[in-house]
């Protein structure tokens, strides 16, 4: 009974995972199809954000079918073993699409999205290029802004496939202690996924400008900490159970550490600014810094956050443990 459970799992993990991924597999097929029929793109049928999200469903994909491979022979190590080769897969999909993937405009167009400038722009004309003040903010000045982007699609990546795989594992062996954390990272993942989608298409709303409207900065803030906090969330779910060092401290550190990585990437992104989240000495940089009192508030709150939920799964878990 639970070896079929385990399997009509499996088969629906891969089916449901495949079917949310129709539209970035759909898009990829149209973009590579008419690479190989003219050898380019034309750029007004270039799909927005083909990049990251074709290669974090192919790896998201690829992790899930390996699962009952790995969760046979590799046991403890199998979340480990499905994360790092599904990381190898996103890499390659995402190389590919960078560098194999050619746009053709007549003229050239204000760089719209960090994947535009790399399709568009050979990577030894950056050195080259004389860069306009909108293309700074746009993060066209150098290719390393990439940072917070990768950031992003490895969190992903990882936080769903910690949720398949838990999953699978409870199915698998019958113990069901981590099934409340592995809930939260589930609520913590799709919501930062949502908003990422969300982000995608709107930008936040932002306007170009450096000084961001409230309704942007409200969403910026949640985006970071929800960063912060989904990478904690899964920390704390493989701690669960140890000393409050390991199972709260360590995952809040982490989440706090992470919510900064993001920052860095953001200020590569300005050239060395942040966006400001609104007027006034709470919002302005502190000196020789270029974190804002608001923007050490946000890395914060991730920490406690993750703090929090952490602590209330332990005790979940704890009382199960009395039972």
Same mark, same amino acid.
């Given at each position: 009974m ?17 079917l949310?991924s129709?539209y970035? /597999?759909y ?10 029929e ?14 990251p999200? &074709? ?10 079918? @390996?699962?009952p491979?790995l969760?046979?022979f590799?046991?403890k ?6 994360? !790092?080769?599904?990381?190898? !897969? ?8 960078e560098t %194999? ?5 007549d &003229?050239?167009v ?6 535009m400038? /790399? ?5 030894e ?5 004389t860069?306009e003040?909108?293309?700074v903010?746009l993060?066209g000045y ?10 992003i699609s490895v969190?992903?990546i *990882? ?6 795989? %838990?999953?699978?594992?409870? @199915?698998?062996?019958?113990?069901y202690?981590?099934?409340?954390a ?10 930062f996924?949502?908003?990422c989608?969300w982000a995608?298409f709107?930008?936040?709303y932002?306007t ?14 949640v985006f970071?900490a929800?960063?912060?906090i989904t990478?904690?969330?899964?920390? %704390?779910s /493989?701690?669960q ?9 360590l995952p809040?550190? @982490? ?9 860095i %990437? ?6 060395g600014? /942040? ?22 508030? *946000? ?6 956050? &993750?703090?929090?939920i ?14």
């Amino acid at each position: 009974m639970k070896g079929s459970s385990y399997k009509a799992y499996c088969l629906s993990a891969v089916a449901g995972v495949i079917l949310l991924s129709a539209y970035p /597999l759909y898009m990829g097929i149209k973009v590579i199809s008419k690479m190989h029929e003219d050898g380019f793109v034309p750029y007004a049928e270039y799909p927005k954000y083909i990049i990251p999200y &074709t290669p974090i469903a192919l790896a998201v994909i690829f992790g899930v079918i @390996i699962m009952p491979l790995l969760q046979k022979f590799m046991r403890k190590l199998d979340l480990l073993a499905g994360s !790092v080769l599904s990381l190898g !897969v996103f890499y390659l999909a995402e190389r590919f699409m960078e560098t %194999g993937i050619l746009v053709k405009a007549d &003229t050239f167009v204000s760089l719209e999205s960090w994947q535009m400038s /790399l399709c568009y722009v050979a990577p030894e004309e950056y050195q080259t290029r004389t860069w306009e003040a909108v293309d700074v903010l746009l993060g066209g000045y150098s290719p390393y802004f990439k940072i917070h982007f990768y950031l992003i699609s490895v969190v992903i990546i *990882i936080s769903l496939l910690n949720c398949l795989y %838990g999953f699978a594992k409870m @199915i698998l062996t019958g113990n069901y202690k981590r099934k409340r954390a592995l809930i939260m990272q589930a609520a913590a993942s799709v919501s930062f996924l949502l908003m990422c989608i969300w982000a995608c298409f709107t930008a936040f709303y932002r306007t170009g400008e450096l000084i961001v409207r409230p309704v942007s900065a409200v969403l910026m803030a949640v985006f970071f900490a929800l960063l912060g906090i989904t990478v904690g969330i899964f920390a %704390g779910s /493989l701690t669960q159970g140890k000393r409050a060092a390991l199972s709260i401290v360590l995952p809040s550190a @982490i989440a706090m550490l992470v919510t900064i990585a993001m920052y860095i %990437g953001e200020m590569i992104l300005l050239n060395g600014n /942040l966006y400001v989240l609104g007027m006034g000495f709470f919002f302005q940089r502190l000196p020789k810094m270029a974190f804002a009192p608001a923007d050490i508030l *946000i890395i914060i709150v991730s920490g406690v956050a &993750t703090a929090l939920i952490c602590k209330m799964l332990n005790k979940h878990k704890q009382k199960l443990s009395g039972s």
